[in-house]
């Protein structure tokens, strides 16, 4: 079992920046995925960031690519999502995620990933 805590949310106008942790305890030899997700009210849950512990190897959904970045602190057991130029639509409550069974195939659907932190809001003024 792995237990993950995000901090690092807030509330910042377009064009700022923030970074988000995830500090994973328990179990973190099991994981063979991590990511980023994020949902904002009446919208669906969306993927941002994967991780695939194999290589490891980054992908990003389109929205986000060349704006926010993943980085890790291995002796931390962290999880950092770096995060520029925001904009209003990124405004959501964001999650991490972590995959500990099935090997490294790593997607963007949620129900692949069986530990999740409790999230943290980021608002994006105008």
């Known amino acids: 079992q792995v237990q993950l805590q995000e901090s690092g949310g807030g509330s910042v106008q377009a064009g700022g920046s923030l970074r988000l942790s995830c500090a994973a305890s328990g179990a973190t030899y099991s994981r063979y995925c991590m990511a980023w997700f994020r949902q904002a009210p009446g919208k669906e849950r969306e993927g941002v960031a994967i991780?695939?512990?194999?290589?490891?190897?980054?992908s990003y959904a389109d929205s986000v690519k060349g704006r926010f970045t993943l980085s890790q602190d291995n002796a931390k057991n962290t999880l950092y999502l770096q995060m520029n130029s925001l904009k209003p639509e990124d405004t959501a409550m964001y999650y991490c995620?972590?995959?500990?069974?099935?090997?490294?195939?790593?997607?963007?659907?949620?129900?692949?990933?069986?530990?999740w932190g409790q999230g943290t809001q980021v608002t994006v003024s105008s």
């Open positions: 991780i695939n512990f194999g290589a490891p190897i980054t």
């Open positions: 995620a972590a995959r500990t069974s099935g090997g490294y195939y790593c997607s963007d659907i949620y129900s692949q990933y069986n530990s």
